[in-house]
């Protein structure tokens, strides 16, 4: 023999609808109820499925523009010219050619910090007769410039920096 569960819902309310009845097992709370939106981190009615529309996809990273891309040549341009100028402005003997003038900044006999300026400046001291390219002592210092340029008074010799020469030289007359 098998007996029937007994009636669901109010069995004296007769005549009226009933409310839908949720399966056993399954959590009545389990979407929200139509028409009240969720809010995040409220308690209570866990989220179901996506409360947003699709993400769309994230758009592809922008090429720079010419504008830019000349901003920046530009800017390249300026350094290099800026950097080759700084270059070119430093007279020091290494910059030195025939006819150039030169002043001394040091007293230092044995290494006078020599730099090349103007023929019309009061500062020259010097006259360049001879640049010859090679390393050379004293001895041969002298004996070199005294074959290039025959009315020389001083020798000035510099190694070391990457380009070793010698300066055959004599005093500037104004």
């Not at 839908?20 to 097992?25: A, D, F, I, K, L």
């Not at 209570?44 to 699709?54: E, K, L, S, V």
């Not at 023929?119 to 290039?148: N, R």
């Amino acid at each position: 023999m098998t007996t029937q569960p007994p009636p669901q819902g109010n069995p004296f309310a007769q005549g009226q609808p009933q409310a839908p009845q949720q399966p056993q097992g399954q959590n009545p709370y389990a979407q929200a109820p139509q028409g009240f939106p969720q809010q995040p981190g409220q308690p209570g009615i866990p989220p179901q499925g996506a409360p947003f529309g699709p993400v769309p996809p994230q758009p592809a990273r922008r090429k720079p523009s010419f504008k830019t891309i000349k901003n920046i040549v530009i800017a390249v341009i300026v350094v290099g010219v800026a950097v080759g100028g700084y270059i070119a402005s430093r007279d020091d003997a290494t910059t030195a050619a025939v006819g150039d003038c030169m002043h001394r900044g040091s007293s230092n006999d044995s290494n006078p910090d020599l730099e090349v300026v103007d023929c019309g400046d009061a500062k020259a001291q010097y006259q360049v007769l001879a640049k010859i390219e090679g390393s050379y002592s004293a001895l041969t210092a002298e004996s070199k410039c005294s074959a290039e340029a025959k009315d020389f008074q001083y020798s000035y010799t510099e190694s070391g920096s990457g380009s070793d020469f010698l300066l055959c030289l004599k005093d500037y007359k104004k």
